[in-house]
């Protein structure tokens, strides 16, 4: 029998991860530098054992931790979020000794993680990349320049993506895990419109062996792709948890305000829009437990469902975001207002893993193969 809603049991521990967002890592959060790696919030993050639920990669377990953290904090959400991504190519393609060395320091939030994929001129088109490996001896030296990587500043392990050049495109790239204080790394922090650790990294002449190969020489691109596909539902989730949170405000906020003569919400042109909200948030919520359902059982059609699910759910959450504001008006755009974070938020994960054109490109690709 299909099911179409969680068991309760995974109902309850949302629920309890809501609160320990709101209460125990929303203090944190506060208490970090914009645009930096939090550390204490990372560790904290460690000591709860949410890190370690991300090992082994189970797809719909990530996307109930991403919703239901970023409901009451996003930078958790994120700074969890970013753990995954930067050690999931290293869980499905590393080696033991790459696994027994990083894992555990991944997990317990004191190794930060970086998925160094795009770059100043091969951003949507990721087969573009260009930043060189160099055969070296036994191995290789890493030149060029990699952008907009989250974690940059402060990351501890570096996954990067370069061609070693077996191929053209995506054929000629191959993944390498390398420590990010080996000679030759410097970095930049990109300052964003929501403070976020993110910056570009430049590499002249770093040294990679053997032992730093994730996977094949030449198997990097299918090893990004497959990691960007088990991602996406819950980058979707992330939005999922947002745009959740937004329409809570309003329920609240429509319910206690009073204009023309009653409450918010007993005007038809206010209730209507919270009806429109929850309807997409339901759908946008579905989708993704849907897709990433479908990757944990594994099976052809992941890619465009994982695209479905975050192009859908990260565009419902900018509407829904935006409906919200509309609703409180002028306060909601006051600095240090939830909804004034929470839109400048949500306007990020339309572009990154996948800008949603990006997701509709590979959704299309799928219809006809
Ligand atoms: N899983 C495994 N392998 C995949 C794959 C997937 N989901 N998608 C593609 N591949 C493989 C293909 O099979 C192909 O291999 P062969 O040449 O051996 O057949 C190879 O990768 C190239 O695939 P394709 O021709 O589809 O690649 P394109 O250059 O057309 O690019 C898109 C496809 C646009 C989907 C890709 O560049 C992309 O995802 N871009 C966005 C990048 C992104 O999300 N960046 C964010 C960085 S992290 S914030």
Redesign the pocket.
């Known amino acids: 029998m299909p099911h179409f809603a969680l068991e309760p049991e995974q109902t309850a521990r949302c629920a309890e991860l809501r609160a320990l967002a709101a209460e125990t890592l929303r203090p944190l959060a506060e208490r970090g530098t914009p645009g930096t790696v939090n550390r204490p919030l990372l560790a904290a993050l460690g000591d709860l054992g949410l890190l370690s639920r991300l090992f082994p990669v189970r797809a719909l377990e990530l996307c109930l931790l991403r919703e239901s953290l970023a409901h009451g904090c996003t930078e958790a959400e994120t700074a969890l979020a970013l753990q995954g ?1 930067g050690a999931y190519p290293m869980v499905l393609a590393g080696s033991a000794a790459q696994r027994d060395r990083w894992l555990p320091e991944v997990a317990a939030g004191r190794a930060v993680t970086a ?1 160094a ?2 770059e100043p001129d091969a ?6 990349l260009g930043l060189r490996a160099r055969p070296d001896g036994a191995g290789w030296r890493l030149t060029g320049t990699k952008t ?1 990587i ?1 974690n940059a500043p402060g990351a501890d392990l570096l996954t990067v993506f370069a061609r070693t050049g077996e191929g053209a ?3 000629g790239v191959t993944a390498f895990l390398l420590p990010a204080d080996r000679p030759g790394i410097s970095v930049t922090p990109l300052d964003m419109l929501s403070p976020h650790p993110i910056g570009t990294l430049e590499f002249d002449g770093v040294p990679v062996g053997r032992e730093d190969l994730l996977g094949d020489v030449g198997g990097g ?2 090893l ?3 990691t ?2 088990l991602l996406r539902p819950s980058v979707g989730a992330f939005a999922v948890g947002m745009a959740q949170a937004a329409l809570d405000a309003s329920l609240v906020y429509a319910d206690d305000r009073r204009a023309f003569g009653g409450r918010l919400r007993e005007l038809q042109s206010v209730s209507h829009q919270l009806a429109e909200m929850a309807t997409r948030v339901e759908a946008a919520r579905l989708l993704v437990h849907a897709a990433a359902a479908a990757c944990d059982r594994g099976g052809p059609g ?2 465009a469902r994982s695209a479905m699910a975050k192009l859908f759910a990260t565009e419902t959450a900018q509407y829904v975001v935006d409906t919200a504001v509309q609703i409180h008006g002028a306060r909601a755009l006051q600095r240090g207002h939830l909804l004034e974070h929470l839109y400048r938020e949500v306007r990020a994960p339309r572009i ?4 949603s054109e ?1 997701q509709r ?2 959704i299309a ?1 799928e219809l006809y193969r």
């Open positions: 991504l998925f994929l795009s951003g949507s088109d990721a087969a573009a907009w989250s495109g995506a054929r691109f299918p990004a792709m497959r960007l596909d992941i890619a990154y893993e996948g800008a990006v490109t590979i690709k």
